[in-house]
């Protein structure tokens, strides 16, 4: 089963733009992360921010986490065509040494 | 940059045949993790490996999959016999520890069960 949920499924934006990708998750965590994956390859590791941070940055993005309403966001600033992909959080559960990946969303720069 | 290899990449084969899939991880990757991803989902994990031993297999259907990493290094999956449900991708990652943080990925065999 997968514990987390991302929203939008799909997001469809212009270059230059900011993607806002949020996910929301059932279970404590000990920390999420976020992975990005281009059609038909696997999956490129982003970012982890553990349960006791709150906001996170890397570049162009920038996660943050809300453990009181067990959801997080990833924001892309300034898209680029080669953003182009699906986004998946995936958390980590206190009492397992796995990941649980979400559904994905489906990011789409137009140039 | 090291990475972690899976061959084939693609692999294409008719229900009831078997079917075999194998991975190398990064060097030094004691972590290993076959996952299975159907089309417009996330992966879900199948088996987990600690060095040679299955830590993780609940999810592994056992009358038909399985999997070994007999000197803890490289890794197979094994499926037989095959069913058309069985058709996704098959990812492999590694870690360094099992500690839940950051794995990396293979590119993963497409499969496709005619």
């Known amino acids: 089963s997968q514990q987390g949920e991302e929203d939008p499924q799909a997001l469809s934006i212009q270059e230059g733009e900011n993607a806002t990708m949020n996910c929301s998750y059932k279970?404590?965590?000990?920390?999420l992360q976020w992975y990005r994956q281009n059609s038909g390859r696997g999956l490129v590791h982003l970012i982890l921010i553990r349960s006791n941070e709150r906001e996170k940055h890397s570049g162009r993005l920038r996660v943050t986490l809300d453990t009181s309403k067990k959801s997080s966001s990833l924001l892309i600033t300034a898209s680029r065509a080669a953003d182009t992909a699906s986004y998946f959080c995936a958390t980590d559960p206190p009492d397992g040494n796995k990941l649980v990946f979400g559904a994905g969303t489906i990011l789409r720069v137009k140039s | 940059e090291a990475e972690v290899a899976q061959s084939p990449r693609y692999k294409i084969t008719e229900k009831s045949q078997a079917v075999a899939f194998w991975c190398d991880p990064i060097?030094?990757?004691?972590?290993l993790y076959w996952y299975r991803q159907i089309l417009g989902q996330g992966p879900e994990l199948l088996v987990q490996?600690?060095?040679?031993?299955?830590?993780?297999d609940s999810q592994l259907p056992k009358d038909r999959f399985s999997a070994e990493r007999l000197k803890g290094v490289d890794s197979t999956l094994k499926i037989q016999p095959a069913e058309l449900g069985d058709s996704a991708m098959y990812l492999c990652a590694s870690s360094s520890d099992n500690r839940g943080n950051e794995q990396y990925f293979g590119p993963g065999t497409r499969l496709t069960v005619t």
């Open positions: 490996f600690q060095d040679e031993s299955v830590v993780d």
């Open positions: 279970t404590s965590i000990n920390n």
């Open positions: 060097s030094g990757h004691a972590t």
